[in-house]
């Protein structure tokens, strides 16, 4: 199975910051990556697939990147409304495994 | 608009079996693949399995194969996920998602709203 390590797992931040979430995949995922937002009580929402591609009605600050196998997420000048967990996900191989989570908190 | 509509909360025994259904509207049915994918409480995210609602063909993550079952009837555009001999650490909301695919990618979404079972004696 394809392990996918997220980093942090939570961190504080105030509206403003420029955030970045990290993901490892142990092995080659080409472009096989998406970010996922969830709230509490709610279910997952795409943010970006394809590691860059920004899913129709984000809002344009947040923003993928891939280098080999590390993957990032950036949210340029946070808003009350981003405070959420985070997940990013491979879709190259089953099982398309999750990494943990980054819980993004109000400093 | 494309949407999952998910089957309400369900309290089980353990050792008993339960089925959550997922209805699709707003696309073609046959075109997509759904998988399911759950959430133990305050955890992260696990994925359980797909299914073809075209063929009817699924592929099931190791550890549930031989207790998981999803099942599709296309005259209602309804897949079914159905979970047996139920242990208290099944309790979970277990989510429905279509896969997108575009080579080379492929995402979930939407997904449903989510199922809570809890397995409770």
């Known amino acids: 199975d394809i392990q996918m390590t997220q980093s942090p797992s939570s961190l504080s931040a105030s509206v403003g910051d420029r955030v970045t979430i990290s993901c490892r995949a142990s092995?080659?995922?080409?472009?096989?990556f998406n970010w996922y937002q969830q709230k509490p009580g709610k279910a997952p929402k795409l943010l970006i697939y394809s590691a860059s591609s920004l899913q129709s009605g984000v809002p344009s600050r947040f923003s993928g990147s891939v280098s080999g196998t590390d993957f990032t997420l950036t949210i340029n000048s946070l808003q009350p409304e981003d405070f959420a967990t985070y997940f990013c996900q491979q879709s190259y191989s089953t099982p398309h495994t999750f990494g943990g989570g980054t819980k993004v908190e109000m400093k | 608009q494309v949407q999952l509509v998910q089957s309400g909360a369900e309290v089980k025994k353990p050792g008993a079996s339960v089925k959550v259904s997922c209805k699709a509207s707003g696309y073609t049915f046959t075109g997509y693949f759904i998988h399911w994918v759950r959430q133990a409480p305050g955890q992260g995210l696990e994925w359980m399995g797909w299914i073809n609602p075209n063929s009817g063909g699924t592929n099931y993550a190791q550890r549930f194969q031989g207790r998981v079952t999803m099942t599709r009837d296309t005259s209602i555009s309804t897949v079914y996920m159905e979970l047996s001999r139920l242990r208290s650490d099944d309790t979970a909301v277990y989510y429905c998602a279509r896969v997108v695919v575009d080579i080379p990618a492929a995402w979930f979404d939407p997904w449903g709203q989510g199922t809570l079972v809890t397995v409770s004696s």
């Open positions: 092995q080659s995922i080409t472009t096989y």
